[in-house]
């Protein structure tokens, strides 16, 4: 599951990003400046940055700079209200991958996130397996036994989540860092009720509660 940041000050674009982007398959993080931009862009396993030039404190040019001198090569997207020639050259010169400008319809922003994400991840294989549990990446259908399930767009996470890490154990925090991002109490149940729906539908003992440490999927 690709996991995209999102540094946005603008509190109606980033929930609008949030909202679609997460509607489409990924998990996404957001924060409001250029600080947290870069310590989350250098520090956690991101497959794609969106980037508000208009950040407050410090500019997204000096954020694009700062990851490129540190030899990050996450790809970067940036939205700017500066559509200008020389504004472009400046985006595509501090370290930028593409850029668009605002206002942005979000179909074109999908397929240029879709193209950013699957330049990096070429090799990623189209289907995932562990023990009688199959997921299709690309049409996003599952199978137990052979058997067809179907799942909500967030089971599907939480199951791409575990069968990512099959055989290991992930705490709650981990997966709600992975399928919901970081914008949850910690101390939410929504782990425990989202497991307990997949069971239903997969079979009771195709996730294992590891109690104190958290839940894992069999891999055999």
């Given at each position: 599951?690709?996991?995209i ?56 040019f ?10 990050s ?18 985006c ?55 058997r ?7 089971e599907?996470?939480l ?38 729906t ?14 104190g ?8």
């Amino acid at each position: 599951m690709a996991r995209i940041l999102i540094a946005e000050d603008d509190v109606r674009t980033a929930a609008f990003l949030d909202k679609g982007l997460r509607a489409n398959g990924w998990s996404t993080v957001h924060v409001t400046e250029a600080g947290q931009a870069e310590e989350f862009a250098l520090a956690d396993d991101f497959n794609l940055l969106i980037l508000d030039i208009g950040l407050p404190g410090r500019s997204g040019f000096e954020v694009l700079r700062t990851l490129r001198a540190r030899g990050s090569r996450l790809p970067v997207l940036v939205l700017t209200g500066r559509a200008r020639a020389h504004d472009v050259v400046a985006c595509l010169d501090a370290g930028a991958d593409d850029y668009m400008p605002k206002p942005f319809r979000f179909e074109e922003l999908l397929a240029r996130v879709r193209a950013r994400i699957r330049d990096v991840g070429s090799d990623e294989p189209r289907t995932l397996v562990a023990g009688p549990v199959r997921l299709d990446l690309w049409s996003r259908r599952v199978t137990v036994h052979g058997r067809d399930v179907t799942l909500t767009g967030r089971e599907f996470l939480l199951l791409e989540t575990l069968i990512r890490h099959a055989g290991r154990v992930l705490s709650r925090e981990q997966l709600l860092s992975h399928a919901w991002g970081y914008d949850f109490d910690p101390g939410t149940n929504l782990v425990n009720v989202y497991v307990s729906t997949l069971r239903k539908k997969l079979g009771g003992d195709v996730i294992e509660t590891l109690r104190g440490f958290g839940y894992r999927l069999r891999n055999s």
